[in-house]
Each structure stands twice: as C-alpha cells, then as structure tokens.
C-alpha cells in the first residue's frame, strides 16, 4: 500500500501562487508515476499533470497554459505542484494519484493510489 497526503492548500486572490505538496508513505515514488487532478464543484476530475521516473513533467497544457510545473524530490517521496497566476477557475480539490506504469496516462481510472485532496480557492 502507498499513502499519499496533500498539503498546501488554501485561499488565495487571483494572480498569486500556491505550492502544494504530495507526501508519499509505504512506498517509495521513485519507480511510480506521479499525477495531479483537480475537481470543480459539480465537474468531472481533470487531470492537471504528472511527473515520470525521469522527472519529466506532462502537463494539460490546455487549463494550465504554462502556469503550473511539477517537481519532486525522491529523496523525501514527495511530489510538488506550483502553481502561479492563478484565477477563479483553477478554484476546486486537487488530488495526487500514483500509477506503477512506465508512462503517462491522463486517465484518472489508470491510477492506483490516491490522496485525500486539498482545497485550494481562488478569489477574484
């Protein structure tokens, strides 16, 4: 099993920045593919982007335009999603999943384990 813990969330006004973070436990993340989705009230789970073993980012590219990058640091098993220029319509749950798969997939079903979520709200 892999716990996974999100942590960074928050209230913030449009144009600002927020870092979250992912802390894995149980397992390492080094071998794991690791995502972040996202969850409006009232839409589907969308998928923001993830980081691969070779610490390579995969980003929507569509809703995040540049604005959000993905890191992590192996050595904590932590994930990171920063997050700038942010506005009211990245307001919604921001979930980390992790995938034992060599690549990417922007499906959330393909993912094994998942986090609790955590808020983030952006005010106009």
């Known amino acids: 099993q892999m716990q996974l813990v999100e942590s960074g969330g928050g209230l913030v006004q449009a144009g600002g920045s927020l870092r979250l973070s992912c802390a894995a436990s149980g397992r390492t993340i080094t071998n794991w593919i690791t995502a972040w989705f996202r969850q409006a009230p009232g839409k589907a789970r969308e998928f923001v982007g993830a980081?691969?073993?070779?610490?390579?980012?995969?980003m929507n590219t569509d809703s995040v335009k540049g604005r959000f990058t993905i890191s992590r640091d192996n050595a904590k098993d932590t994930m990171y999603l920063q997050m700038n220029d942010l506005n009211p319509k990245d307001t919604a749950v921001y979930y980390c999943?992790?995938?034992?798969?060599?690549?990417?997939?922007?499906?959330?079903?393909?993912?094994?384990?998942w986090g609790q979520g955590t808020h983030v709200t952006v005010s106009s």
């Open positions: 999943a992790a995938r034992y798969m060599p690549c990417v997939s922007r499906n959330s079903i393909e993912y094994k384990f």
């Open positions: 980081i691969n073993r070779s610490g390579e980012n995969e």
